[in-house]
């Protein structure tokens, strides 16, 4: 069965410092994988998929299927990051579930 | 109004009254998702619907029942739930089912339950 870890409930980082946002997932198949992103009073949207292979508000992520990870970085932290991150993967192709991590909730300090 | 919207916005409901959650999306989606996001538990899906059929039901108890009368509306009919239900519930559109576009999903704020 498909599952999504995110290790971290809780994750403050100083302005200005990277930031790594960790997903592990765990899918006998080729997955895609998304991060999805919830800031304050505001609703739950997408910031990036891998296939895209995009940088989004400069954070990027690598899937690494050798790790079964998907990351989430950004070299230089923002207060405005400071949001709740879900990691989510959708199983192969003919499934209409994508399956959420439980989330990180990261504050960047001024 | 623009995106997904749910009303009501919280709900209050006692384990046998009847209520119902509302859904509505102005983007020309197809699908409709209800999901439930429990206190320190991922998101679950609950309700698939596509073009107004339901293709997909987790498991979910029969105290919960779904009703998409047209591709924009969807809504969650409640009856005679327990306190464990008590949660927020997200509605979210896609243009097309998540398996066959993007994974992008639209959501709603959410409806913030509780079953006293």
């Known amino acids: 069965a498909q599952r999504v870890t995110q290790p971290e409930k809780l994750l403050s980082v100083f302005k200005g410092a990277p930031v790594e946002l960790k997903c592990n997932y765990s899918y006998s198949g080729s997955p895609e994988l998304f991060w999805y992103v919830q800031y304050s009073r505001q609703r739950l949207q997408l910031l990036l998929r891998h296939i895209s292979r995009e940088s989004i508000k400069g954070f990027t992520a690598d899937l690494n299927k050798g790790e079964t990870s998907f990351h989430l970085k950004k070299p230089f932290a923002q207060e405005e990051d400071s949001a709740m991150y879900y990691c989510a993967l959708l199983p192969a192709s003919g499934a209409n579930n994508l399956f959420f991590g439980t989330g990180t909730r990261l504050t960047v300090i001024p | 109004e623009t995106g997904v919207t749910q009303t009501p916005r919280h709900l209050v409901m006692g384990m046998t009254n009847k209520k119902s959650l509302k859904c509505e999306q102005h983007?020309?989606?197809?699908?409709m998702y209800w999901y439930k996001q429990s206190a320190k538990k991922p998101l679950e899906l609950m309700f698939v619907?596509?073009?107004?059929?339901?293709?997909e039901n987790n498991s979910v108890p029969s105290r919960f029942s779904p009703e998409c009368p047209n591709s924009s509306h969807l809504f969650l009919h409640l009856h005679t739930l327990q306190p464990e239900d008590s949660a927020l519930y997200l509605c979210?559109?896609?243009?097309?089912?998540?398996?066959?576009?993007?994974?992008?999903?639209?959501f709603g704020e959410g409806s913030r339950l509780t079953v006293l």
């Open positions: 619907y596509s073009l107004e059929e339901r293709v």
């Open positions: 979210a559109s896609s243009q097309d089912l998540v398996s066959a576009n993007t994974g992008e999903l639209f």
């Open positions: 983007l020309g989606h197809n699908a």
